[in-house]
């Protein structure tokens, strides 16, 4: 990653960073926020569009109520409280992707205020606070790449005009750029949870920009702050603060002064670029729609709303952990998806041992996942099959070794443990006349070994054990093969 000059940590620690995030997510609706036609991503370039979207004279728009309860929903999850009447608002700019020549937001009115989010510090944790939640609509995409003739020409794309969104603000509370990076985790994770949105960064279903200052340690004043935009994915969240966090401080240290500005983050370089100044508030000339009535969400409709509120990421770790008897790693692990946790709540309460399924995912699981390059949804094997490798486990029907070697075959053949078990079926040698008869021959093979081991020489058991598993081909059981070994020694 390109970095400006090194700043000794002696520097560094003289300063605190201010970070606050604003971040845009798309609903996951039907249809657009105020018109009918299809909120879709990836139909052919101005398909989905209308007189309303398109912003052509005399068409009105008719705000949506799916659009409303996820928004709802989304701020009482966060903690946010609701306001019973929000005004939505015409910001009026100009963009090339905006047909209306503004946008339909809110203002000083918005649809909740007041949340926060408890994310995870070295210290335990801290509550970030969210300064407000409101609806809008998304403008549509200019394109300026791609094309034979790119360099000369942009074009522009109306499908996302009018695509639901909420705006969620946080306060100035982040420190670091790992709490930023917590805080943006934990935000994808509820939103996630709730179903408002499904968060694809990659589609732009969510999209961040990052409020960054820096101050001597103990100020009270914040430093002057700069926007960096198109931090498009949680890989580049924490290297684009940082980034911008160091230069900063280089400015200052210089005798420089950090302008307020609009920066890039290019992922590429790894460092943040100057769009534009923004010494002053661009003028947006907000005013009340004339077209929309004040939104009114009634105590009745919210407490409706709240009825579908699911069970939220941090209180469905402590239960799991309460229940299951697992660590925290592990639930972190098992819940970063509802389908997920879902799924293995699903598994672990039909399973003997749910602590060991849990062990399976984190252990044998999760690292051929990683080799694959493949998300936990995308597991040739299902909870289920975990779970049923668990069982033979804990059954003393499959050997580490072999469970391991199954596994192995289900992400070769990308197929479930299931079916894999049931062609291969091994056989995990526990009978103990067929144990014991193995173990005297390798006994009188080795007389010398045993003779070491009568004279108090007690690790070389593990000789003998070696040497079975090996006649055995891995499939004798490992805790009744230790037994028996010591049994026979001892004889």
Request: net charge neutral; charged share 25%; glycine share 6%.
């Amino acid at each position: 990653m390109a970095t400006v000059a090194t700043i000794s940590p002696e520097v560094r620690a003289k300063y605190e960073p201010v970070i606050g995030l604003e971040v845009h997510v798309q609903l996951l609706t039907e249809t657009k926020a105020f018109c009918g036609c299809a909120n879709r991503f990836g139909s052919p370039p101005n398909t989905n569009v209308c007189p309303v979207c398109l912003g052509l004279p005399g068409a009105l728009p008719v705000l949506n109520k799916r659009a409303v309860e996820f928004a709802t929903l989304a701020s009482l999850a966060l903690n946010c409280t609701v306001r019973e009447r929000s005004i939505f608002a015409r910001k009026n700019y100009f963009y090339p992707d905006l047909p209306k020549g503004y946008q339909i937001s809110q203002y000083d009115l918005p649809l909740a205020e007041h949340g926060w989010i408890e994310v995870p510090t070295p210290q335990g944790s801290k509550r970030i606070g969210i300064t407000r939640l409101h609806m809008e609509e998304d403008a549509g995409k200019s394109m300026h790449d791609g094309f034979a003739d790119s360099a000369s020409r942009t074009y522009v794309d109306l499908n996302r005009c009018g695509t639901p969104l909420v705006e969620i603000v946080s306060e100035p509370d982040m420190r670091t750029p790992d709490e930023a990076f917590e805080y943006l985790t934990r935000l994808r994770e509820i939103m996630l949870y709730t179903g408002v949105s499904d968060c694809n960064m990659e589609e732009g279903s969510l999209r961040c920009d990052a409020n960054v200052s820096v101050r001597l340690r103990g100020a009270e004043k914040f430093g002057t702050k700069a926007e960096v935009k198109n931090v498009n994915s949680f890989r580049f969240i924490r290297a684009a603060l940082e980034y911008e966090i160091e230069r900063q401080i280089e400015i200052v240290e210089s005798g420089g002064r950090v302008v307020q500005e609009t920066r890039l983050y290019n992922a590429n370089e790894g460092r943040t670029y100057s769009m534009r100044s923004k010494e002053q508030a661009h003028d947006y000339r907000y005013f009340p729609e004339p077209d929309l009535p004040p939104l009114i969400v009634s105590e009745a409709w919210k407490a409706e709303i709240a009825t579908r509120m699911p069970e939220l990421p941090e209180a469905r770790r402590a239960r799991m952990i309460a229940e299951y008897g697992i660590t925290e790693q592990d639930a972190r692990t098992l819940t970063a998806t509802r389908s997920f946790a879902d799924q293995f709540e699903s598994a672990a309460r039909a399973a003997k041992n749910p602590r060991r399924v849990a062990n399976l995912v984190q252990s044998e699981l999760t690292m051929r996942l990683k080799a694959a390059n493949l998300e936990l949804e995308q597991s040739p094997i299902s909870m289920k099959g975990v779970a049923q490798a668990a069982d033979l486990t804990e059954d003393g029907k499959l050997s580490s070794k072999q469970l391991k070697q199954l596994f192995d075959l289900c992400f070769e053949r990308n197929e479930d443990f299931g079916p894999v078990y049931e062609r291969e079926k091994p056989q995990q040698i526990s009978d103990a006349a067929t144990l014991e008869k193995m173990i005297d021959d390798v006994i009188a093979a080795n007389p010398a070994q045993v003779e070491q081991y009568r004279k108090g020489k007690k690790t070389v058991a593990a000789f003998f054990v070696g040497q079975v598993m090996k006649a055995s081909k891995g499939q004798a059981n490992p805790a009744r093969l230790n037994e028996l070994v010591t049994k026979k020694l001892d004889a």
